[in-house]
């Protein structure tokens, strides 16, 4: 049981690429969420879905799009990447209100 | 505005001692409440939630306090261990119809041996 998988791993970029983050869970998960951690700060969510086919804004949802077309998979999409969008970016999935979220181990993302 | 917060941003701590956490909130609406633990360089681990029909609850080696009163959360970690080290953060089940986690930003615990 993998729990919530995020590919890649570490990414850099130059600004103006585009690219997609992914987020995969195996346990049959309704919500999933993306989050953004800067350095010494907490967590700020992103985009969020509370089912296959649904997305929400969250707290800091400028320069990011997200899809949820299969249940299992959350995708983050940087159209046009911006050294501001340097960040560690988290992944988490949970069965619904009021549980724990799981989180993955993170997308490490440089914009140069 | 309204938000999660934690009092100390470090915490030291010598090996075996009972280690607390506070985290203040500024919302009586909020109803949930989860605690988390995050190492270097890996994701949030979850250690213990409480829903706010209960005042107290607790896990192996750790208790969460909820008081309404005046708005605290705290985890207390018994007995605390070089493994306890870590960046341990408090979130509430706030806004976006209590469908998100909004998190604090978090408190280092180091613990000395």
């Known amino acids: 049981n993998a729990g919530v998988t995020q590919t890649p791993k570490f990414r850099v970029l130059k600004t103006g690429q585009s690219m997609t983050l992914l987020c995969a869970q195996d346990m049959n998960h309704e919500y999933m969420y993306w989050y953004r951690q800067d350095p010494g700060m907490g967590l700020r969510l992103i985009h969020y879905s509370v089912g296959e086919g649904t997305t929400a804004k969250g707290e800091v949802p400028d320069g990011y799009n997200v899809s949820r077309l299969k249940k299992q998979n959350f995708l983050l999409g940087l159209e046009s990447a911006a050294p501001s969008q340097t960040s560690v970016y988290f992944c988490?999935?949970?069965?619904?209100?009021?549980?724990?979220?799981?989180f993955g181990d993170g997308t490490r993302l440089s914009i140069l | 505005g309204e938000s999660v917060g934690l009092h100390l941003p470090t915490l030291s701590v010598q090996e075996g001692d009972n280690s607390i956490i506070n985290c203040a909130y500024s919302?009586?609406?909020?109803?949930?409440f989860i605690w988390y633990k995050q190492e270097s360089g890996k994701g949030p681990q979850f250690i213990i939630d409480i829903r706010s029909n209960m005042d107290k609850r607790q896990g192996q080696r750790v208790t969460v306090l909820l008081n309404k009163t005046v708005k605290h959360l705290s985890l207390q970690i018994a007995a605390t261990q070089p493994g306890d080290s870590a960046v341990y953060f408090c979130?509430?089940?706030?806004?976006?119809?209590?469908?998100?986690?909004?998190f604090g930003s978090g408190t280092r615990l180091q613990v000395q041996p």
């Open positions: 919302n009586s609406a909020s109803d949930y």
């Open positions: 988490a999935s949970r069965t619904g209100d009021n549980q724990p979220q799981h």
């Open positions: 979130a509430e089940n706030k806004y976006t119809g209590r469908r998100a986690l909004t």
